[in-house]
């Protein structure tokens, strides 16, 4: 065990000279009974928009107050003691502020341990102790209410999680240790490593509820009211819960099947690259031997090791990405030179037009018209959007009301002059050039001279497309990725003659839609295609020099990527892939490859073969015969170097040629329109990490590098 | 065909009564989470009872503005999470707003309009100070329609000490004295406890719980009362002491038809007897409870030495001392406010009236010896209102 008291916290206090101190202020509460209850509320005194978050200091304070509380308990002054927050919020979470500072895994290993100093507490008052979840609880803020004896919540409380394994750490502050113990492991899997994995999952309180992370869960009219009468009443029943959820049966001989299980099902999920989900698992598997304290012990030594990884350090960077990058989007102009869209054109009527009408009807809220010159194809498509529409309503997602207005708002049109008034048109015809400046040709003729036009387009220049415009200036690249309405990232394609009011309308469409848009200059490929044709380009190369289909597939495996190159491939599709690496071959010959195989493979319609469920089973013997015959195969090592090589070179290149401003733009696309995984940061904090950029341009992206100690 | 409903008090509730003011409990609480606290709590106190049987919420502010505008009935059963289909109103007749929400209420459920229903009131004078809005019609003043000091209660209060020299400062003060003793001793023994929603409240020092009022200053004296500054004029009579202070606190009450609540096994507190409302002079409104009153008594058909208990708003002592030496009644008999007053609890406008009926109701259930029990206050820009009850416990004694 051990013994918390006698730790000198200095070395994290010096980190902590700014914190914004969540204070912890105790208030004395006669409870009905007439018992009192030491109500301590958390609050930073900031508003809602500034949640109380736990620092160093605000740790000491903490324990402080849980100290002085200890010993009033012991001299029969307290009953119980209850920990809420100001409103709207508990905690939402650590200070993760100044992690990027911390010098070394002692320090690192100080955070678990004053955490449990202070958090621990509440388990050891000696009287009950109640958290009363009033609001927002996520890592270290809901590991404040773990630790207690028992939990309320407030049924309006905006989110209830442990996002730690998405940050690339374990909830460490007693969540690993505490929550299997308290909801069984299985479910403690679902909280704390399967929900952050899925797009960061919060649980709503009636989940915490059903899930028995919390024991009752009353209104907000009057949620503190009524958990302090039911705190009286279970002080007055003097109820005990038991110490496990899981029996000791279940503990002994089924919690490390449910590990495996769990470890089997992560691996296929998400590969072995991310250290933090089974280190977590791992943590809550161990949870069923020795005592809470053992399990803080085994906590700490976790945190102290992830905290100073690399990983941590790239997914704190893509983190702040995601969440502060993202809202202030590089190279913007003035918000207020927007124009306002009352009503949407979308050109064509295939699936990425029928996505796109969906989308700009469902979050705009105007008149969309779609167009086609084939009416039958337009009734297919409203029929489609029509019944989309209908599911999201059986889902609950929609409210009948909703539903019919924005059904109503899509319509379909042969004829080109029903366009006559919107102010924003959009295309999703055919990727040719010809075809694409031919149907601006006929939009502009029957739109107003300043209405937006914007192209899906992903290989075309858009200065070309614009060409022949009366006014180009209006012309933007408005890059979705697919599926639209789950993917993030628009690419915001700044033309030569795209003027700054086409521009700013751009972004606030693209925000509107809830898409986060990064704008980039008018190249080949923009930023993620070129990227991927970059990584596909090596990939494909390999095969045709003889490097077996294998070896090529798993040899990225270090990165972690979303899935392996030729799945990738096929998800793309093989002849958008051989399209991709044609132009980019044709605009970069000397760094890009094409490869005949893959038109091949292309016409033979077939690269890999999958079982019932769609995972990936091996790759298709004909096609495999295809692209044999090369003779100068790489090693799996060889073509991972050549790879990190070569888009260390690209992103070096791009951010030369101000493709985007900042290598953070970089990421933020490669995050949100390519699944980049946190733990790499993107892709540059991973590329300085491994040297790639060193051996490349002889420097890196990031000074300091982001990377661990 | 309009019925002849009798109409019934089934239960009552309120908020402890807060300082107005930042140093009181609710500074940074709405006035409409007290209405929806103080209804949940009522609401929590009859578990059974179907609530979409609920056919109105008549809720009263004397400034319907900010967190008392919005339509507060409808408001505070929306907020309370009452089913949608429960209409919901805001009245306001000032310090018997929720005076006259009962009766309002009591109107529809005697014609049959309704059988069950709420009314209650709120005044968050932390958040409204009395008159921060007003606008006075010019003509008041230019045609002398109403004495400028009209709008303000305290110089009304000194206008009763100026047209009756025998209700003096001494009698006044000696009133509130007895008051504060009345609340402490009601709090002893628990009478005031029972019909308090206790109300969780954010403040600077973290999360507070008020279970009790804050104003009351148990051993207040009358040496301590004697030099308080009289704010309202030099020399005057009026102090702090002798008055209501500014007070945050709601009330509610469920009302219902006597078949309804049969019917539905609810409790029966009270029976409605008759109310009334009448003008007076507004330059003296704090003698408007004589008329309403007399007018309450005449349609019941009933004497005052037929009242055996009175509950009547302490706006301010000289104006209940002036009511009582009306209708021959001494300044200390204990059929008056059993449990002290507003001088003592604090008055937060709207709500008051419902205070009175809780209070009553209490009083009725310990009393079966007393058959009629009455509500009355007075009210600014000149009236009184009267509420005349019948106990449900009466024992046919007395």
Redesign the interface.
């Given at each position: 065990m051990t013994n918390y008291d006698a730790i000198d916290f200095s070395p994290l206090l010096t980190l902590a000279d700014d914190e914004v101190v969540t204070h912890s202020?105790?208030?004395d509460?006669?409870l009905?009974s007439g018992r009192v209850l030491a109500?301590?509320?958390l609050?930073n005194?900031r508003d809602y928009k500034r949640p109380n978050t736990l620092g160093p200091k605000s740790l000491l304070e903490l324990d402080e107050v849980l100290t002085a509380l200890t010993a009033r308990a012991k001299a029969g002054e307290i009953a119980a003691v209850g920990i809420?927050g100001?409103?709207y919020i508990l905690a939402a979470g650590a200070d993760l502020s100044k992690v990027r500072d911390i010098p070394s895994a002692d320090v690192a290993r100080m955070m678990g341990q004053l955490g449990h100093r202070a958090l621990g507490r509440l388990g050891t008052l000696g009287v009950p102790s109640f958290a009363f979840v009033n609001g927002l609880a996520l890592g270290g803020g809901l590991e404040v209410a773990l630790n207690a004896t028992y939990r309320s919540v407030d049924t309006s409380a905006a989110a209830l999680g442990l996002p730690e394994t998405f940050l690339g750490l374990i909830p460490g502050w007693g969540g690993a240790t505490i929550l299997p113990r308290l909801i069984g492991l299985r479910r403690a899997i679902t909280v704390a490593i399967e929900n952050p994995l899925k797009n960061n999952r919060t649980l709503k309180p009636a989940e915490a509820l059903k899930l028995g992370l919390v024991d009752a869960a009353f209104?907000p009219?009057?949620?503190?009211?009524q958990s302090?009468a039911w705190a009286d009443n279970l002080l007055e029943i003097k109820y005990k819960r038991r110490t496990f959820q899981d029996g000791a049966f279940t503990r002994k001989f089924w919690w490390p099947t449910i590990g495996k299980v769990a470890r089997k099902t992560l691996e296929s999920r998400i590969g072995t690259v991310p250290l933090a989900p089974y280190a977590a698992l791992d943590t809550m598997v161990a949870s069923r031997k020795g005592s809470i304290a053992d399990g803080f012990a085994r906590e700490d030594e976790v945190l102290a090791k992830l905290i100073v990884a690399d990983q941590f350090q790239a997914s704190m960077y893509a983190f702040n990405l995601v969440q502060k990058h993202a809202k202030s989007p590089s190279g913007a102009p003035d918000k207020k030179l927007a124009r306002p869209v009352t009503k949407v054109g979308v050109v064509g009527a295939g699936l990425m037009a029928r996505q796109f009408a969906l989308l700009f009807a469902r979050q705009l809220k105007v008149p969309v018209v779609l167009t086609d010159i084939d009416q039958a194809r337009l009734d297919q498509a409203i029929t489609y959007i029509r019944g989309e529409l209908k599911t999201l309503e059986s889902k609950g997602r929609l409210s009948a009301d909703e539903r019919n207005r924005i059904s109503s708002l899509v319509s379909g049109t042969t004829d080109l002059n029903d366009f006559a008034d919107a102010d924003w048109v959009i295309e999703a015809v055919f990727e040719e050039l010809e075809v694409k400046r031919d149907v601006f040709a006929r939009v502009e003729a029957v739109v107003a001279p300043d209405a937006i036009l914007a192209t899906n387009t992903s290989s075309l220049s858009v200065a070309e497309i614009g060409a022949k415009l009366t006014h180009p200036k209006r012309l933007v690249g408005f890059h979705f990725f697919n599926p639209v309405a789950v993917m993030p990232l628009v690419e915001v394609v700044k033309a030569k003659k795209t003027d700054d009011v086409s521009l700013a309308t751009a972004m606030a469409v693209a925000q509107r839609l809830r898409k986060t848009p990064v704008i980039t200059k008018d190249s080949p490929g923009f930023v993620v295609n070129r990227l991927l044709a970059k990584l596909l380009g090596e990939a494909m190369h390999a095969v045709d020099e003889g490097t077996p289909f294998d070896v090529v597939n798993h040899a990225l495996d270090p990165l972690g990527l979303p899935m392996s190159s030729f799945e990738l491939l096929d998800l793309v599709g093989l002849k958008v892939g051989a399209h991709v690496l044609d132009t980019h071959h044709k605009a970069f010959p000397d760094r890009f490859f094409e490869s005949a195989n893959l038109h091949k493979l292309a016409e033979h319609g077939k690269l890999i073969t999958r079982d019932a469920q769609g995972n990936m089973t091996g790759f298709d013997p004909v096609a495999v015969e295809i692209c044999s015959g090369g003779t100068n195969p790489s090693t799996a090592e060889q073509l991972l170097a050549r790879v990190q090589d070569g888009l260390a070179d690209e992103i070096h290149r791009m951010l030369g040629e101000s493709v985007v401003v900042s290598a953070e733009d970089i990421d933020l696309c490669m995050i949100l329109g390519a699944g980049w995984p946190f733990q790499m940061g993107g892709a540059t904090p991973y590329l300085d990490r491994v040297g790639a950029s060193e051996r490349v341009f002889g420097s890196t992206f990031h000074t300091p590098p982001i990377k661990g100690v | 065909m309009l019925k002849g409903n009798s109409v019934v008090f089934v239960d009552g509730v309120r908020t402890p009564f807060g300082k107005a003011g930042e140093k009181g409990a609710f500074w940074q609480t709405r006035a409409d989470d007290l209405v929806v606290k103080a209804l949940q709590g009522l609401l929590d106190r009859h578990p059974n009872l179907d609530q979409s049987l609920i056919e109105d919420v008549a809720i009263a502010a004397a400034t319907q503005s900010g967190d008392q505008g919005i339509m507060l009935g409808r408001t505070a059963a929306l907020l309370a999470g009452l089913p949608v289909t429960v209409p919901g109103y805001a009245i306001d007749r000032w310090c018997a707003g929720a005076m006259t929400a009962v009766t309002t209420i009591a109107s529809a459920i005697a014609t049959g309009a309704n059988d069950l229903a709420i009314a209650g009131g709120v005044e968050h004078m932390g958040h409204h100070p009395i008159g921060a809005e007003f606008d006075p019609n010019p003509r008041f003043v230019s045609e002398k329609l109403v004495d400028p000091g009209a709008l303000s209660m305290g110089e009304t209060a000194e206008r009763i000490h100026d047209r009756y020299p025998a209700l003096t400062k001494e009698r006044s003060d000696a009133y509130a004295v007895r008051c504060q003793e009345k609340v402490a001793s009601a709090y002893a023994d628990n009478k005031i406890q029972p019909d308090l929603i206790p109300v969780a409240y954010p403040s600077a020092q973290g999360w507070g719980q008020l279970d009790r009022d804050e104003h009351p200053r148990p051993g207040t004296s009358m040496e301590g009362l004697k030099d308080l500054k009289t704010p309202f004029r030099p020399h005057g009579r009026i102090t702090a002491g002798n008055a209501s202070p500014l007070t945050d606190g709601a009330t509610v009450c469920l009302l219902a038809s006597e078949d309804k609540a049969k019917q539905l096994g609810l409790p029966i507190k009270m029976r409605m007897v008759s109310f009334a409302f009448v003008g007076v002079e507004p330059e003296v409104m704090g003698l408007g409870p004589i008329p309403s009153t007399e007018k309450a008594l005449s349609k019941a058909g009933l004497s005052i030495d037929e009242i055996g208990l009175f509950e009547i708003n302490e706006a301010f002592a000289v104006q209940v001392i002036a009511f009582l030496e009306h209708f021959g009644i001494a300044d200390d008999d204990d059929r008056v406010n059993m449990y002290g007053g507003a001088i003592a609890l604090g008055h937060p406008l709207a709500s008051s009236g419902v205070r009175l009926m809780i209070q009553l109701a209490s009083q009725f259930e310990d009393r079966p010896d007393v058959r009629y029990g009455m509500t009355t206050m007075c009210i600014g820009l000149g009236q009184g209102g009267t509420v005349i009850w019948e106990n449900p416990h009466w024992n046919g004694k007395a």
């Open positions: 202020y105790v208030r509460i006669t009905k109500l301590i509320t609050d005194d809420t100001k409103q209104g009219a009057r949620f503190l009211e302090l | -």
